[in-house]
């Protein structure tokens, strides 16, 4: 049976907070301190919240646990990418990346602790997934990456991307409702339209965010445009392949109207080819998407893809262009501290 102090006090509401506070004989008034220093103030500790008594937080303290995310290790990228490594209560530890361009700074998150995915270009594919994060955690990802921001730019982060560690739609509470916080005014009040959940194809729960009528952005990480390929790469294809993702991204925009972006990282001699440029435009015109991101892909040691030469990419861009596609080659950030794109890792010895 679990006692008192195991419960975590940001899985409470406003209203459950308000009811312990007049459980102890305490103003309602203290309810609504304690929710500003958790989700606005962003306190890791009671003893944070300097505007309680010493014995308020004492009684906070032997009722609540307030596990809160920690940076364990950062590295700087020539280009100015950040990324961190944090900790969570218990010892784990999970990657975050700050990218700035000129006019945004975004975060790139993490769902969950490792992956249960496998995708044979990702470094995360080969840690086993210990536990997805909670929203509280994800949560903290932002806030953490927002400050260093500010830090190191002067200015707060403009975007969001869950494209870090994990598969956020294999997360869906959490991942839901860390975003129900950080739009939240009060939260961090951003936008949900400055939001990108990327998932690698969970057919069935693209459906379900059409039907929770979501705001924010999808972006699948399609990566090969037939079955056959998708397969060997993502093994997540085997039980949601392409014609069901394509119903599922149909259905999802038929329900909620919000943008849709296609990833395709290019592979050397595996899916570079204008064949494969043509396999992809047909997917592409049989969902409304915005755009096709197709992304440099980034060595890792556990995987034996290369990327292609710049004129073959060249070329695969030309055709795309040539036959009316919104794509866009995306320059990979940050690969000097295995920051971009498929690296995330964890590697104890080089943060």
């Keep these: 049976m679990a006692v008192a102090n195991e419960r975590n006090i940001r899985h409470l509401s406003l209203e459950e907070i308000t009811d312990y506070f007049e459980s102890i004989g305490e103003k309602k008034f203290r309810a609504k301190q304690v929710y500003e220093w958790l989700w606005q103030k962003h306190a890791h500790s009671f003893a944070d919240m300097t505007n309680l008594s010493k014995e308020l937080r004492q009684k906070l303290g032997d009722s609540f646990t307030l596990p809160a995310l920690a940076v364990d290790a950062t590295q700087y990228s020539a280009d100015g990418t950040v990324k961190s490594r944090f900790r969570t209560h218990e010892g784990h530890l999970v990657e975050g990346v700050l990218i700035p361009t000129d006019d945004r700074k975004t975060a790139c998150v993490s769902s969950q602790i490792g992956c249960s995915l496998s995708c044979k270009f990702c470094a995360t594919g080969y840690i086993d997934r210990k536990r997805n994060l909670n929203y509280d955690e994800i949560y903290d990802e932002v806030v953490l990456i927002n400050q260093q921001s500010e830090r190191v ?35 961090l009040g951003m936008s949900p339209r400055r939001i990108t959940v990327s998932t690698a194809g969970v057919a069935k729960q693209i459906k379900q965010l059409g039907d929770d009528e979501v705001r924010f952005k999808l972006a699948l990480s399609l990566h090969a445009a037939n079955d056959e390929k998708r397969h060997e790469i993502m093994p997540i294809n085997d039980s949601n392949d392409i014609k069901s993702l394509i119903e599922a991204l149909n259905y999802f925009y038929k329900k909620t109207g919000n943008e849709i972006t296609f990833e395709y990282i290019l592979f ?84």
């Design 153 to 187: 730019y002067e200015k707060k982060l403009t975007n969001i991307v869950f494209m870090g560690m994990g598969e956020p739609l294999l997360n869906y509470r959490n991942v839901l409702k860390a975003i129900e916080k950080i739009t939240s005014p009060d939260g």
């Design 268 to 351: 050397k001699d595996f899916n570079d080819s204008l064949k494969d440029a043509d396999e992809l435009i047909k997917i592409y015109r049989q969902v409304p998407a915005d755009l096709i991101n197709i992304i440099e892909y980034n060595p890792i040691d556990m995987a034996k893809f290369q990327k292609p030469d710049e004129v073959v990419t060249d070329k695969f861009m030309a055709y795309l262009e040539k036959n009316r596609v919104n794509a866009r080659l995306r320059r990979s950030r940050g690969k000097d501290i295995d920051a971009a794109c498929g690296q995330l890792a964890n590697k104890e010895g080089q943060i």
